[in-house]
């Protein structure tokens, strides 16, 4: 029966069905077997309703919704101005500013898309204007974007402490460290570029009047405080990380309407919709995945694939090294999303049976699967900047390349090197008990 399901999966994936959709077929071909009972079927069926009909996935739409908020209310905008001030003046100084917005618009929406949109659509044309060349535009912007799920709040996080049943406000914590250091590794290789291509700074940020600086920053104030809110309260414990999505949500509508006067109801009905498309395409698709994997479940496929790994090696960096090449081909195709609800809960008992945290190994998978965001078949954050930025996909992942091993090298650093990821969460009360 499985090999009739992931057979029909394949397929339906070759003929370009979305992957939701693929999954449920899958699992309704494997019913039409008659291997299951029909009260088995009548579980599995209900599972896939109760599996969304969670606390914690309210989490989803409402951070969809604060990152539509930002992008359409003027909070992106105003990150982007106080990211200007802190690096601007220096060689590449502009692109530099991308990066860093893009890591503050990640503190708030935990989405690479949104990120990419949101930026790219502020950043990309004022790039250009300065002389970056269109391709190197769209390819930082999209590299950048890549964060948005790393730092959190973060949808993939979400996705997988749900997945896994691993604390999602931990895995919060562990995402601080590894995102900032993505977006370092990105800023110090721009800023090698920029030398070499003659991408200067912005030299009249050095000369602007220190009451013009000041304005800048009491103005983008209220943008600030809009993570510090929602991070703050989390790791408080004054709010959940679904409670603090709402907060997210009504300080964003708050803060657009009130303070910066570029929210009307038409702007509104548009991000909500946008949001309400996203989450529901995520909801099927969590649902039709945790019944694909419930099935996976009662055959042991998640204990034959450790089985199977550990009778080829009980190293574990190897291991580890195996699991990531696997990933990585994964994100070339399956999107980050979807790749954590279908092989989280094979990889991570793997990874568990050879000495790594749950914690750790849920960090190191999503920014795998990140990296997947800017590499084609998939690549939809690259996709993003590309249509952006008016360049071929050819031209921009040519000028990505490089970005990527950037990332790679960040990833590396991750695996060999625990404490980076796990010293945060450990300070602040995190203990794994095997």
Not at 186 to 197: D, E
Request: hydrophobic share 55%; aromatic share 10%; with cysteine.
């Amino acid at each position: 029966m499985i090999g009739i399901m992931l057979g029909v999966l394949f397929l339906a994936l070759f003929l370009t069905v979305p992957i939701g959709i693929s999954l449920g077929v899958s699992c309704i071909a494997a019913f039409a077997t008659g291997e299951l009972g029909d009260g088995m079927i009548a579980m599995l069926a209900q599972s896939t309703v109760s599996s969304i009909d969670s606390f914690s996935l309210l989490a989803i739409p409402f951070f969809m919704l604060v990152g539509s908020l930002m992008e359409h209310g003027g909070i992106a905008k105003k990150l982007i101005d106080i990211a200007g001030l802190i690096t601007g003046s220096q060689p590449g100084g502009l692109a530099m500013t991308a990066v860093l917005a893009s890591m503050f618009f990640a503190a708030i929406s935990g989405s690479g898309p949104a990120t990419a949109a949101a930026i790219g659509g502020i950043m990309i044309g004022s790039m250009k204007a300065q002389g970056y060349s269109k391709d190197y535009s769209g390819a930082l912007i999209g590299a950048s974007s890549t964060i948005g799920p790393v730092i959190p709040p973060s949808i993939p996080c979400i996705m997988y402490g749900m997945t896994v049943g691993v604390s999602v406000s931990y895995l919060f914590i562990a995402g601080i460290v590894p995102g900032i250091l993505m977006g370092v590794g990105l800023m110090i290789y721009n800023y090698v570029v920029s030398k070499k291509r003659g991408y200067h700074g912005d030299d009249s940020l050095k000369r602007m009047p220190a009451k013009e600086k000041r304005k800048v920053i009491s103005s983008a104030i209220p943008a600030i405080l809009m993570p510090l809110i929602i991070l703050g309260g989390i790791y408080s414990g004054i709010f959940t990380p679904t409670e603090s999505s709402v907060v997210g949500v009504v300080y964003a509508i708050i803060v657009s309407k009130f303070v910066y006067h570029s929210l009307d109801w038409e702007t509104f009905k548009k991000s909500v919709f946008d949001a309400a498309i996203t989450s529901a395409t995520i909801m099927i698709l969590f649902g039709a995945a945790n019944t694909f994997g419930r099935i996976m479940t009662m055959y042991d496929v998640p204990t034959k694939v450790t089985e199977g790994m550990l009778s080829l090696t009980h190293n574990k960096f190897l291991i580890m090294l195996l699991i990531n090449l696997a990933l990585i081909v994964i994100g070339m195709f399956i999107d980050t999303i979807s790749s954590i609800v279908l092989f989280a809960p094979i990889f991570a008992p793997l990874a568990v049976s050879v000495g790594y945290d749950p914690l750790l190994f849920g960090m190191i998978m999503v920014v795998n699967l990140c990296i997947g965001m800017i590499t084609p078949p998939m690549g939809a954050d690259l996709f993003i900047a590309q249509r952006i930025a008016g360049s071929t996909f050819e031209d921009i992942f040519r000028e990505a390349v490089p970005m990527i091993f950037v990332l790679l090298i960040v990833l590396v650093v991750l695996i060999v090197f625990p404490e980076i990821t796990l010293f945060l969460p450990k300070l602040l009360g995190y203990v794994y008990t095997v």
